[in-house]
């Protein structure tokens, strides 16, 4: 069994920056593919970015440029460092691990950006 737990969220202006993390507890982090998702007030939950057990990433074009997506495989953790943050990019965030078998998720953060 694996938890993800969420924690970086919160209020920041225009423009600024914000770096979530997911911790990951349980064993054969290495093997999940990890992906960060986020889901705004009456709309559905949509992929921003995914780092394979390889490194390579990729990202929603919404996003791209301005969010970047990393692991750290000892301390089983995915960060996602997100800057000139825009309105339109608040959500809750949420973390997920997926293997050929398997698919977990956080409990999500909340990411508001306003003035």
């Known amino acids: 069994q694996v938890q993800l737990v969420e924690s970086g969220g919160g209020l920041v202006q225009p423009g600024g920056s914000l770096r979530l993390s997911c911790a990951c507890s349980?064993?054969?982090?290495?093997?999940?593919?990890m992906s960060w998702y986020r889901q705004a007030s009456g709309k559905q939950r949509e992929l921003v970015a995914t780092i394979l057990n390889s490194g390579s990433t990729d990202y929603a074009d919404s996003v791209k440029g301005r969010f970047a997506i990393s692991r750290d495989n000892v301390k089983k953790t995915v960060f996602l460092q997100m800057n000139s943050l825009k309105p339109e990019d608040t959500a809750v965030y949420y973390c997920n691990a997926m293997s050929a078998l398997l698919n977990f998720w956080g409990q999500g953060t909340q990411v508001t950006v306003s003035w």
């Open positions: 349980g064993s054969m982090f290495s093997i999940y593919t």
